[in-house]
């Protein structure tokens, strides 16, 4: 999207035109109205896609009628993870170093008085300038221009709360690395401190979470969060100060379909508890808390155990209710031999299956081309080890918790526990 293309979207007509062909194939649209030099066919192709996005990415705000730019809205935050920084954010001034679309922006001015949204690019300024009307928001004001020059004209101690989501691009590539974030949070940390005593960095969710504290010496805690079982973000809160404390470590598991916020945190450095046997149960923790190494909290506080000491497989013969992953109803646990394997699963008439591995030598995608087994929802084949170290075949059934699904109920063929 150009300025210039933006002024038309904002026309009426053009307006109009979006909101009547809003759920059309934007790609057919383009097609249809190919040639028609009266409207900007391109710029509105480009936001049925982009809003289409967004009414899974950010439901509520697509009731608005907001415009986008698809890069814009692929790095944005989601609405349940910008819920949820809104929540522990507050204070009467912020900054947003990072603006983008604004998302994260509109929430945190919620919880604050007065907010600034700093951008480099005019033109995602001017858009969230409409989309804030849009929104019935007045408290935020919009700064086009660098946002460290930006941030060393304010006085120290000026704002409550610094927040950045850096771009994170090296050689025109994506990068997970703080080292090639701009702005530069590593680089930049005194300003920061200097002007707010209170700093949150949202990183990656495949930043490598070791040696942080070596980087942002002044890093306080670290919070991964996800939405629906996917890692969205990990948060880096910094603090004026906080140089020789030791770094928090939290695993916050949010869902988009409820306001529930299941949280996992303390010192991870636990010895894992291994299980003589798979058991009746077996549990994948979310991907949040093995990403902040936390399944061994977990599992010290639920009372159950590792299948082996290198992976996150859980198991219990006792069921855990509300378990923060997924759980799964044992049918039979065996040890993987290639020979024989073919009669196991035509013992259990699998066709398909979801296959996990962890700790396995062969992928799932060479597993599954070697048994030619489907793609399937309803079994699921984990590839891992026992106890000794000896390579298993894990067959069991997903278990839904109580909210309207049916559970798993076990095979009667169901063999031995391994």
Do not use: W
Request: net charge neutral; proline share 5%.
């Amino acid at each position: 999207m150009t300025l210039e293309e933006l002024q038309r979207l904002l026309e009426p007509e053009v307006q109009s035109v979006i909101e009547t062909h809003r759920h059309d194939d934007p790609a057919a649209f383009a097609m249809r109205f190919h040639g028609n030099n009266e409207l900007p066919v391109r710029a509105i192709a480009e936001q049925l896609a982009c809003r289409q996005k967004a009414a899974k990415k950010l439901p509520h705000f697509s009731q608005y009628n907001l415009l986008y730019t698809p890069l814009g809205l692929e790095q944005a935050s989601g609405e349940r993870s910008a819920e949820y920084k809104a929540s522990f954010l507050t204070g009467k001034r912020v900054i947003d170093l990072s603006g983008g679309l604004g998302i994260d922006s509109i929430f945190l001015s919620r919880v604050f008085q007065e907010a600034v949204y700093c951008e480099r690019d005019p033109l995602l300024c001017a858009l969230f300038q409409h989309n804030l009307k849009q929104c019935g928001v007045s408290n935020v004001k919009i700064i086009n221009g660098d946002s460290i020059d930006l941030l060393s004209k304010y006085p120290d101690n000026f704002f409550d709360l610094i927040f950045v989501d850096p771009a994170r691009r090296e050689q025109g590539k994506r990068s997970i690395s703080l080292e090639a974030a701009s702005p530069d949070v590593v680089g930049c940390q005194d300003i920061l401190l200097r002007k707010s005593d209170r700093v949150c960095i949202k990183a990656s969710p495949a930043l490598e979470l070791s040696g942080l504290k070596k980087l942002l010496p002044s890093l306080c805690s670290v919070i991964v969060v996800s939405v629906d079982r996917e890692c969205k973000e990990v948060l880096l809160l910094l603090e004026r100060g906080a140089c020789q404390n030791p770094v928090a470590i939290k695993a916050v598991c949010l869902s988009s379909a409820s306001d529930a916020v299941r949280e996992v945190f303390g010192d991870g450095a636990i010895e894992k508890i291994i299980a003589n046997s798979v058991k009746e149960y077996l549990y994948e923790p979310d991907p949040a808390i093995i990403k902040a190494k936390l399944s061994t909290v977990l599992a010290r506080n639920a009372r159950i155990e590792f299948v082996n000491s290198s992976v996150d497989y859980l198991t219990s013969n006792s069921l855990f209710e509300d378990f923060p992953g997924r759980t799964f109803h044992l049918i039979e646990c065996v040890l993987y031999k290639p020979k024989t394997f073919r009669a196991f699963l035509d013992r259990h008439d699998i066709r398909g299956a979801s296959i996990q591995r962890r700790d396995f030598p062969l992928s799932a995608d060479e597993m599954r081309k070697k048994y030619r087994l489907l793609e399937s929802d309803k079994a699921f084949l984990f590839f891992t080890r026992d106890n000794a170290g000896r390579p298993v075949a894990i067959y069991a059934l997903r278990r839904f918790s109580a909210c309207g699904e049916v559970p798993a109920v076990q095979d009667q063929s169901a063999g031995p526990e391994c």
